[in-house]
């Protein structure tokens, strides 16, 4: 596997895939709160002060643009927009443009069978995928999936390429009640789609003569016996993209992290842990290093109820020759774990252009195991950990 992974992730560099452990500048030495978050975030590409992020509003997520100059945020979708989605409808997931001009995200669609029931970001059931220029004045419906009472649609975690010509994301395109329905009695791997079935799609994103965005269909990537994709992002050079599945396992709580060459067309299992949750990896900019979130730290199996789950932040090389835990908020006694008795998850997160950061969601919890927040939290190392050299 390691032999595949590397040919694979054909970039890696021999000065870090030879390494025997993490240079010392990978050390962390901070950890920061910047605001509550809670359904993703991105960075601004142009201006790193400027963060778009989801948080619940009267029960509906919405997105956020918040900047750290001033402290400031303002809500980017907490009111009808005539050429775009409601103020009622659910939001999360932004994803800026490279040119930090225009946001990507996740909107509930305006009908579906399942109103008041799902349509939230994070399960990505109903949700369509749009476009926004940043001062709201325009707006695309790049998908406009089918909503019917026969229909299953939705979509995951859009992201640009890093020239911004191209979108992955994950598409819900059917169902298995027979699976969900085991899922819901508690059944943790019932076999089938228990989560409903789903792909990774790609597409070119174009634009008519108006500006509005359109999207051209490019690419369906899949792997055998896999029901859950959920798309994590691009390598620096838009070879690589990374995502989550249930590829090899026996079910969602056990996913795991893969690479896929679009060069190659081939695939590559990076974790390759099917008893243990891994999910929200990330290339760093220089194409050496992988930070993911995984529940090794934690007395967990894939058997185990979701509400069960806890995670840590971890860094390692494309070939596996050496993995570094990064945050510690599950180990009782320890600093990092100061604000939840009950423990963290770490979700989405991403590089710093220059490498010299990781921002990160963090949910934590109770001494009962009830949520009691999420900060967004930017994790300083020592150096240009991933940077480009």
């Known amino acids: 596997m390691r032999v595949l992974v590397a040919a694979v992730f054909a970039a890696i560099a021999a000065s870090t895939a030879g ?42 997520s919405q997105i956020y643009i918040y900047d750290r100059r001033t402290r400031t945020e303002r809500c980017f979708t ?10 009622d ?24 069978p399942f109103e008041g029931l799902v349509g939230g970001p994070g399960a990505g059931w109903y949700n369509d995928v ?13 998908t406009r999936y089918p909503n019917g009472k026969l229909d299953t649609f939705g979509a995951l975690i859009p992201e640009p390429s890093p020239d911004g010509t191209k979108l992955i994301w994950a598409e819900l395109f059917d169902d298995d009640p027979r699976a969900q329905q085991a899922y819901r009695r508690g059944n943790t791997n019932p076999g089938g789609a228990p989560w409903g079935k789903w792909r990774i799609r790609m597409s070119e994103i174009k634009a008519d003569v ?23 992002g691009w390598s620096r050079d838009g070879d690589f993209i990374m995502f989550a599945s249930d590829a090899n396992t026996t079910g969602p709580h056990g996913m795991d992290l893969w690479v896929h060459n679009l060069k190659s067309g081939q695939s590559a299992n990076l974790t390759k842990t099917p008893a243990e ?32 789950l806890r995670t840590d932040l971890y860094l390692t090389t494309p070939d596996r020759q050496w993995t570094q835990r990064l945050t510690f908020y599950n180990e009782r006694g320890h600093p990092h774990a100061k604000d939840g008795p009950g423990g963290s ?45």
Not at 284 to 307: H, I, Q, W
């Open 210 to 232: 108006s500006g509005t965005a359109t999207l051209a269909p490019l690419n369906t990537i899949t792997l055998p016996s896999a029901t859950w994709y959920e798309t994590q």
């Open 89 to 112: 409808r659910q939001k999360g997931s932004p994803s800026f443009m490279p040119d930090g001009k225009r946001l990507l995200m996740q909107v509930e669609m305006a009908r579906h």
């Open 19 to 60: 390494a025997a452990e993490a240079p010392d500048a990978c050390k962390v030495v901070g950890l920061n709160s910047i605001v509550p978050a809670s359904a993703g975030f991105s960075v601004s590409p142009t201006d790193p002060n400027t963060i778009a992020f989801a948080r619940p509003v009267n029960g509906k």
């Open 345 to 389: 998850t770490v979700t989405k997160l991403r590089w710093s252009g220059d490498g010299t950061k990781i921002y990160f969601e963090r949910p934590f919890y109770g001494v009962f195991g009830f949520a009691r927040g999420s900060w967004l939290t930017e994790l300083t190392f020592a150096g240009s950990c991933g940077g480009l050299r």
């Open 277 to 308: 949750w891994e999910e929200f990896g990330e290339i760093s900019p220089d194409g050496r290093l992988v930070a993911f979130m995984s529940s090794s730290c934690c007395d967990y199996t894939s058997t185990d109820d979701k509400k069960k």
């Open 78 to 87: 907490c009111r009808d927009i005539p050429a775009g989605p409601r103020a």
């Open 130 to 142: 749009w476009m926004a220029t940043i001062d709201g004045d325009r707006w695309s419906n790049l």
